[in-house]
């Protein structure tokens, strides 16, 4: 009978333990342009109304390395629910331009994007022991999220996404 004591088990246990926190630093990849943003949003519904319209826009960071300098392609990408279809569809993107500097960050803001929608209600008619409802289905465009993606050339060198199910849709 073998007896182990601490300092042998985590000896043979080093190699396993050292290959495990290698595998995932090399299939995670790396891009050159760490990219950051902030949503902004502001409320303006209508007065009477259950109609919802919201205003988004983005705030982009970009720090580049130094290697990566010079103009780079942005394109914001926003995502709504269709309401009337129940459908994820790219409601609006544009494109920017950014120039990177080495050591310092590019900040960016991405132009307004407008989602209006009703939300599922009831509409009465009648009134006291008569009175009835009718369900009204829901309508219009409401936000789901947001995307960019960053290149130099047809070279994409920074992305990021709000949802990584959006990173699947524009890769499609």
Same mark, same amino acid.
């Given at each position: ?25 090399v ?9 950051? *943003? ?15 319209v ?45 120039v ?6 590019t ?10 929608f ?22 219009g ?11 130099r ?6 992305? *990021? ?12």
């Amino acid at each position: 009978m073998k007896i182990y004591t601490l300092s042998q088990n985590i000896r043979s246990f080093l190699p396993l333990l050292a290959l495990g926190f290698c595998i995932p630093l090399v299939a995670q990849a790396v891009t050159p342009i760490r990219v950051t *943003a902030t949503v902004k949003t502001e409320h303006a519904d209508p007065k009477g109304s259950i109609d919802e319209v919201v205003k988004k826009n983005l705030e982009i960071e970009l720090r580049g390395s130094n290697t990566l300098q010079g103009e780079v392609k942005v394109t914001c990408t926003f995502f709504a629910d269709d309401l009337g279809t129940d459908k994820l569809v790219a409601l609006k993107s544009h494109s920017l331009t950014a120039v990177l500097e080495a050591g310092k960050s590019t900040r960016l803001t991405s132009p307004v994007v407008t989602f209006n929608f009703t939300p599922q209600h009831s509409v009465k008619s009648g009134s006291g022991r008569r009175a009835k409802f009718k369900n009204v289905e829901a309508v219009g465009s409401r936000y789901h999220g947001w995307g960019i993606q960053v290149y130099r050339g047809d070279e994409l060198v920074g992305e *990021a996404f709000s949802l990584p199910s959006i990173k699947k849709l524009l890769k499609q």
